[in-house]
């Protein structure tokens, strides 16, 4: 089984940044991609971006500029640096991890709470 750790979220102020971490642990498989996933009050879980092992990136377009995505293979952990905050991106931040069997893992999830 493979466990992944949230942690980074918070309250910050409109404007601030914050830095999400998501590490992996446990039997894990060959990666073959990590990702980060939000989802806001009343609406549907969305993506953020994501990163193959290769380190192709892939990002929502709406999001572009503001997050970058990151990863550390050694570690089996994947960053997401939040610039730029605005109120609407307050969301669960979750993480996940496919591996190259296809399985996929979600995180529990990491409250971001963006003030105006």
């Known amino acids: 089984q493979v466990q992944l750790a949230e942690s980074g979220g918070g309250l910050v102020q409109s404007g601030g940044s914050l830095r999400l971490s998501c590490a992996a642990s446990?039997?894990?498989?060959?990666?073959?991609?990590m990702g980060w996933y939000r989802r806001a009050p009343g609406k549907e879980r969305e993506l953020v971006a994501s990163?193959?092992?290769?380190?192709?990136?892939n990002y929502a377009d709406s999001l572009k500029g503001r997050f970058t995505i990151s990863r550390d293979n050694a570690k089996n952990t994947v960053y997401l640096q939040l610039n730029s905050l605005k109120p609407e991106d307050t969301a669960v931040y979750y993480c996940?991890?496919?591996?190259?069997?296809?399985?996929?893992?979600w995180g529990q999830g990491t409250q971001v709470t963006v003030s105006s």
């Open positions: 446990g039997s894990i498989f060959s990666i073959r991609k």
């Open positions: 990163i193959s092992s290769a380190g192709i990136t």
């Open positions: 996940n991890l496919w591996d190259t069997r296809g399985t996929l893992y």
